[in-house]
């Protein structure tokens, strides 16, 4: 293909929104067409953000000509429906976190995409921002000693509204799909595969996780110990610490804008990370780049590193006593 990617988006929520706009920054990236579940929302959307194909079916879209990839922006539960009509109208796709509501459907996404030898990638921005790249190579470097644990969480006092999304089971409600999955993901993302996670976790009226924390062991013998909440403004941040200082990621830290060494022998500095676009353009480069070369998998998101993380999402639900109708 050539350099241009053209990208449809599925789905007008906020999320798609967002990626719309950080779509804008990414170089070769060009916003072809949008689907929604009515016409009249494609279009609203579309007018909004100069988009020249508007859809009124997400079937439409996954067979629409002139898109080489779509981004799904839709609701968590309908991910992996979503991502397989894409896939099917011959689509590669960049397939918003968590990546579906359990390990059986990810494998389902996933064995799909192989078959058809098409671009694949769970939208976990958090991998491509510049923030996780220098704390990767200061890691390396040695300068903090060698890597004994990672502590990550991230929370916020979201609404009670007992009819709200983020409240409801057959919704996929709860902390840990919603917030969990970023601590989770870059735990193993800097520590390696996790080898064995123990849960505890606080469960809303409405039957979903309130706040969970959880500790993994990785493979390379350290610990990570996350924590995830709907119900606390804490201060998500990620901490990975050594044998000889640590290295801290500020501001949520999928949004870092900077992060700060604090070394053993006293000393301290602050390095600035800042993005591109809103912080989603870094992973909409990586995916176009992936196009170009004819990948079908990002070496820093494999397929496998998703379907990793499902299973372990898998386990930490069963811990806590979390079911959603798709596990049935």
């Known amino acids: 293909m050539d350099a241009t990617v053209r990208w449809g988006i599925l789905g007008t929520g906020g999320i798609a929104r967002a990626f719309a706009l950080g779509l804008k920054h990414a170089p070769g990236a060009v916003l072809a067409a949008v ?24 079937e439409e879209l996954a067979d629409a000509p002139g898109v080489d990839i779509i981004y799904i922006g839709t609701p968590h539960t309908l991910h992996a429906e ?17 990546f579906a509501m359990n390990r059986h459907e990810a494998g389902q996404v996933v064995g799909l995409a192989r078959a058809k030898n098409l671009f694949l990638m769970e939208a976990m921005w958090t991998r491509f921002m510049p923030a996780l790249a220098e704390v990767r190579r ?10 004994t644990q990672v502590h990550a969480d991230f929370g916020f006092s979201a609404t009670t509204d007992p009819e709200h999304r983020v409240n409801k089971r057959e919704l996929g409600g709860g902390a840990l799909l919603d917030l969990g999955i970023y601590p989770l993901s870059i735990a193993c993302a800097l520590l390696g595969k996790a080898k064995s996670v123990q849960a505890q976790a606080i469960m809303s009226d409405t039957g979903v996780d309130a706040t969970t924390a959880f500790t993994m062991k990785h493979a390379g013998g350290t610990l990570s110990v996350c924590s995830c909440s709907i119900r606390a403004r804490s201060a998500s941040e990620l ?14 830290f ?3 804008d900077r992060i700060t060494v604090d070394l ?3 000393s301290s500095r602050t390095i600035p990370t800042p993005w591109l676009g809103n912080g989603y353009t870094h992973e909409a480069i990586e995916a176009g780049r992936c196009l170009r070369d004819g990948l079908i998998e ?31």
């Open 298 to 328: 990002h070496p820093l998101m494999t397929h496998e590193d998703t379907l990793s993380l499902m299973a372990l999402l898998d386990e930490i639900r069963g811990q806590i006593g979390l079911r959603y109708p798709s596990d049935d």
């Open 82 to 98: 979503n991502a397989m009509l894409a896939l099917n109208g011959g689509k590669a796709v960049l397939c918003e976190k968590p």
């Open 239 to 252: 901490v990975v610490s050594g044998t000889g200082g640590s290295i801290r990621m500020h501001r949520m």
């Open 264 to 266: 053993q022998d006293g």
């Open 35 to 58: 689907g929604s579940r009515t016409p009249e929302g494609a279009q609203r959307f579309a007018h909004e953000l100069g988009i020249p194909a508007a859809y009124g079916s997400y």
């Open 254 to 256: 999928h949004l870092a």
């Open 138 to 147: 200061i890691m390396a470097s040695g300068e903090i000693g060698t890597v």
